[in-house]
Nanobody, 130 residues
Framework: QLQLVESGGGSVQPGGSLRLSCAAPGFTLDGYYFGWFRQAPGKEREVVSCITNRDQRTYTADSVQGRFTISRDDAKNTVTLQMNSLKPEDTAVYYC???????????????????????WGQGTQVTVSS
């Protein structure tokens, strides 16, 4: 069972940066697509950014385009979300998610929906406030 552990959340002033990490100790990540989602109080969980495996295609939501960057390092079993120019509206619990697609070069569409992901981390709080 893949276990995902997020880290790197915290409190920051508007315009600041944070780097979220998602670790999966002991697993080979090559066969998984990953996504970062967030959920603000009273709102539905929404996709932030996703990355495929071997071809490393990415998707980034319009609301964070140009500010957030997703990357992965399979050798270190880590997926990272670099968040720059943070805004108060970025305040939310951020979740790392993964779905197994196989150890293959087959290209699937990037999954963008919550229900398309099988494995979830426990979440890490990001608060942007002055």
């Amino acid at each position: 069972q893949l276990q995902l552990v997020e880290s790197g959340g915290g409190s920051v002033q508007p315009g600041g940066s944070l780097r979220l990490s998602c670790a999966a100790p002991g697993f080979t990540l090559d066969g998984y697509y990953f996504g970062w989602f967030r959920q603000a109080p009273g709102k539905e969980r929404e996709v932030v950014s996703c990355i495929t495996n071997r071809d490393q295609r990415t998707y980034t939501a319009d609301s964070v385009q140009g500010r957030f960057t997703i990357s992965r390092d399979d050798a270190k079993n880590t997926v990272t979300l670099q968040m720059n120019s943070l805004k108060p509206e970025d305040t939310a619990v951020y979740y790392c998610a993964a779905v197994f697609v196989g150890y293959t070069d087959y290209v699937y569409p990037i999954p963008l929906k919550v229900h398309e992901y099988t494995f979830w981390g426990q979440g890490t709080q990001v608060t942007v406030s002055s």
